[in-house]
Structure formats: C-alpha cells, structure tokens
C-alpha cells in the first residue's frame, strides 16, 4: 500500500475535528463506492454527495444552490448580530428569555418588511411561540418583563436619545420593536 496517498476524505475529518461550523453544508461529495454515500449525506459538513457518474451541470447547479443558501444564512447572522447591537445599547440582558424572544421578534419584523403587523399577539408572537414550544402569552409577558428591567438597567440619556425623548420613559414594547427595526 502506498502510504504517500492522501485518504478520499481527510478534508472532511479535519473540519469534524476542528469543528469549523463556517464550514457545514460546504462540501460536495463525489463518491463512486454506494456504501459511502450514505455516510457522506448524513455529514454536517456535505452540503450533497452525489454517485459517480454524475454531470458537471448537474454539480455546477448544486454549487450555485449552495454558494446561495450560504450568502442567505450569513446575511441571516449580520441581521441578527446588528439586532442584538441595538438591544445591547438599551442594556438589555441576555440571559433573559424575553430579550431573546424579542430579538426573534424583531428579526421576523425586519426580514418580512412588506407585511404589515398590527397585533403583536395574532401576527408575531405565535410564530415565536411556537418556535419555542411556549404560549403566546408566555412571549408577550417574557418581553414585557425583559423591556421593564430594561428601562431600570439602561441610561436615562441612553432612552431619551435611542427614543428621541425628552424625558425619560419606559418605552412600550411595540414602538421598542419598530425603533430597533428602523435602526438597523
């Protein structure tokens, strides 16, 4: 056996080993043994495997596929990441349930822009609350909470300006949410 050979899938190790989580749902697999592609679909890092003989439109088509979901999930993280600056700037606290509910909430407002939402409690927070396996209720109470200590936690100035107040005062949950929307 000739040990100067690299192994079909030590690329896929390595990135298991480091657990590089950029990296899942990158690679695209070709195999001509039926046994391994299997075992290659069900790896966090194959985005497909494909059975040789496969065509090169058909292998170009699943890269674009990829390259695509890729750019919509890192879009989905920078969204998250500049809610998650709002909120910390308003000195909410993220061990609470409410403040993670809410960035949730406010992410579902933001990527659906066109859609109008009136009612909080029918539009929203169903899909949150579902989501987390929680009553509607539940949401709507862990946010308010969330939103009163944030209002005792945050700066006086910090509000008035974020609000555009000329007083300090605990800004209600939806006007909270549509501000955070127009900031980012």
């Known amino acids: 056996m000739d040990n100067t050979r690299v192994p079909e899938y030590d690329i896929i190790k390595h990135l298991m080993n480091k657990n590089f989580r950029k990296h899942r749902k990158s ?7 039926p046994k391994q ?3 290659l679909r069900k790896n966090p890092f194959v985005y497909k495997a494909f059975l040789k003989p496969v065509g090169l439109r058909e292998v170009y088509e699943c890269a674009e596929e990829a390259a695509t979901e890729k750019a919509m999930r890192r879009d989905e993280q920078v969204i998250k990441e500049r809610i ?6 308003l000195s909410f606290n993220f061990s609470y349930n409410g403040t993670k509910f ?3 909430v406010i992410y579902e407002i933001y990527t659906h822009k066109n859609k109008f939402y009136d009612n909080l409690s029918k539009d929203v927070y169903p899909i949150i609350a579902e989501r987390h ?10 946010i308010t909470q969330a939103t009163k200590v944030m209002f005792y936690d945050c700066r006086e100035e910090v509000i008035m300006k974020y609000f555009n107040y000329k007083y300090p005062v ?7 949410i549509f501000t955070v929307v127009n900031k980012i």
């Open 84 to 89: 998650n600056k709002q909120l910390d700037i």
């Open 102 to 104: 809410l960035s949730e």
């Open 27 to 33: 690679i695209i697999a070709i195999t001509q043994d």
């Open 133 to 142: 396996g929680k009553t509607v209720n539940t949401i709507k109470c862990d």
């Open 170 to 176: 605990k800004p209600r949950v939806k006007e909270l």
């Open 37 to 39: 592609i299997d075992e």
